[in-house]
């Protein structure tokens, strides 16, 4: 079996890529995908090792990404735009402590009002008779909307800022063309602006948002400098936004094709946080994250030398049986759901509450909304077989 970037990309993986994971996760724990020049890890303690150990990294060179499979995209290390998402400690520690001291869970908590008031607004509006994308019309608004109110975005600049932000994600997929890509670079160049002059209003007059928080926030003397400011509020707006509204769409899907399992989150809204969790196992948003290693390294026997990129396959470990019983059935009251969704170690998602309490929201919305949810047409899946979501889901009305 050839892992190559073709199949990556064909339709049949893009809709379903476990099928594959099962087959190589059950065939040869570690596999490597000559192509892309990356080993594959398909087992749920290699994959929570790898993240997990600091021999292991994201600054192996120039031209290494971890969310990419391979060695193929062209930060420079030295790059003071690299964001923490990318870099290893001391950097990445001073970076994400700084961070952590704005992004609190109550400046998350607080923004429960402001999630159920647009959930609630997008779901009512519809823009025809026959069908309600859930996508388009509904999980794709929620993160950028939510993210730009967080950072203190005035409501009068918010739909440029959304349409900024969609274009801003077009460059993620490994289809864009042309035409899309220059789109998505002059997005992220009007978003980088943008941020430029919100963070020079906010030094002169200080409030409640986020922004205000990441400037105040201070440890031992030490501040974020202006261009890491920049860089945190771009990651801050392009790590939660395609993500989450693949959660939402992804988690949706699963309870049109699981009825008695959609039947059930509508009896009963106190299995919401796990069914949210649920969702994030079963199909979820990252599929894989990268690491090199600094050391020679054994997984499952096999022992992998120093240099190597190596990929833990998120998708694959979610659905590893030694973790997870029945792990191809949709559970949404299961317990203890220890799925890597969100990475682990020093790099866990830093936005995973917000994520989760707009996933609430979204499916409660949702929830309300359909009493019997079902297929207008079969949906269309993105061209990004990293980041794993819909382009649309229609929903008959
Ligand atoms: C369902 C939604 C989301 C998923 C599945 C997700 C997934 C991830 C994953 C897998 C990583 C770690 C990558 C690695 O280990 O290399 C990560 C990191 C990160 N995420 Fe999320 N994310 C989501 C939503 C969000 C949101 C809403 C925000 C913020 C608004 C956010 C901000 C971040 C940041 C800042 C990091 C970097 C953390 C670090 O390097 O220390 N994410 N996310």
Redesign the pocket.
């Known amino acids: 079996m050839e892992v190559t970037k073709q199949y990556l990309r064909s339709p049949e993986f893009l809709a379903d890529p476990y099928p594959l994971y099962e087959k190589i996760r059950n065939s040869n724990e570690v596999y490597h995908a000559n192509e892309l020049d990356a080993y594959w890890l398909m087992r749920h303690s290699d994959c929570d090792l790898l993240?997990k150990s600091p021999d292991f990294g994201?600054e192996i060179d120039d031209n290494f990404t971890?969310?990419s499979d391979s060695k193929k995209t062209s930060n420079v290390m030295e790059d003071p735009y690299r964001s923490?998402?990318f870099l290893d400690p001391p950097r990445?520690t001073r970076l994400?402590l700084l961070?952590t001291k704005a992004f609190t869970p109550k400046a998350v908590e607080s923004m429960r009002p402001f999630v159920e008031e647009i959930s609630t607004n997008m779901a009512k509006k519809g823009r025809n008779n026959f069908f309600f994308d859930v996508i388009e019309e509904f999980a794709a608004p929620i993160?950028a909307y939510t993210?730009a109110k967080m950072l203190g975005v005035p409501q009068s600049d918010m739909s440029k800022f959304k349409a900024w932000s969609d274009d801003a994600v077009l460059s993620l997929d490994v289809a864009t063309g042309k035409e899309e890509q220059a789109k998505a670079d002059q997005a992220q160049s009007n978003l980088l602006d943008y941020f430029q002059k919100l963070i020079d209003e906010r030094r002169k007059n200080l409030t409640d948002d986020l922004l205000s928080d990441l400037i105040r926030s201070e440890e031992s003397g030490d501040k974020l400098s202006h261009t890491e400011l920049l860089v945190m509020c771009n990651?801050?707006l392009i790590?939660?936004h395609e993500?989450?509204t693949?959660?939402i769409g992804n988690g949706f899907l699963a309870l049109v094709r699981n009825r008695e399992q959609f039947e059930m989150l509508r009896e009963d809204r106190s299995l919401m946080k796990s069914a949210v969790d649920e969702f994030?196992r079963y199909d979820?948003?990252?599929q894989r994250?990268s690491r090199a290693l600094y050391r020679d390294a054994n997984f499952s026997g096999k022992l992998l030398q120093k240099g190597s990129v190596v990929t833990a396959v998120?998708g694959s470990a979610n659905r590893d049986p030694e973790v997870f019983e029945r792990p191809n059935e949709l559970n949404i009251a299961r317990k203890e759901n220890k799925h890597l969704?969100?990475?682990a170690?020093?790099?866990?998602?830093?936005?995973?509450q917000?994520?989760k309490l707009?996933?609430e929201v979204a499916f409660n919305v949702l929830c309300d909304k359909f009493e019997n949810p079902r297929l207008y047409e079969e949906p269309q899946w993105r061209k990004n077989s990293n980041m794993h979501g819909m382009q649309t889901l229609k929903i008959a009305l």
């Open positions: 993240l994201k971890s969310t923490m998402l990445h994400r961070v993160p993210i990651l801050l790590a939660g993500t989450t693949n959660l994030l979820p948003p990252v994250v998120i969704s969100f990475s170690g020093i790099h866990y998602c830093l936005g995973a917000l994520a707009e996933a």
